[in-house]
């Protein structure tokens, strides 16, 4: 059974900088892939940034092009989203996902974490 635990979010400036890990556990054959996801109050949940789980292939979505990053340290089960110059529109619950084939779209994803919510403040 593969699980994903997101770690961090909370509350912070704008302009600042977020950290949110990602534990996945029971790596199972069919990650293949990994994905940032994020969903902010009656909007449809955007994907953010995404890689291969052992490593390149880093694609980001427009709106976080040049202000974050997708990675992951050798060894370890566990990859990461920093976002920096953090804006109110930043602001939603953020998932972490796993799945066979790369996309910013949600459909393909098999494995959720349960999110994190962020929340950024003028």
């Known amino acids: 059974q593969v699980q994903l635990m997101d770690i961090g979010g909370g509350s912070m400036q704008a302009g600042g900088s977020l950290i949110l890990s990602c534990v996945v556990s029971?790596?199972?054959?069919?990650?293949?892939?990994v994905a940032w996801f994020r969903q902010a109050p009656g909007k449809e949940r955007e994907g953010v940034a995404l890689?291969?789980?052992?490593?390149?292939?880093?694609l980001y979505a427009a709106s976080v092009e040049g202000r974050c990053t997708i990675s992951r340290r050798n060894l370890e089960n566990t990859f990461y989203l920093q976002v920096h110059s953090l804006k109110p529109e930043d602001t939603a619950r953020y998932y972490c996902?796993?799945?066979?084939?790369?996309?910013?779209?949600?459909?393909?994803?098999?494995?959720w974490s349960q999110g994190t919510q962020v929340t950024v403040s003028a």
């Open positions: 996902a796993a799945g066979p084939r790369p996309s910013l779209l949600p459909t393909p994803y098999t494995y």
């Open positions: 029971g790596v199972a054959r069919t990650i293949e892939h």
């Open positions: 890689m291969r789980f052992h490593g390149g292939g880093e």
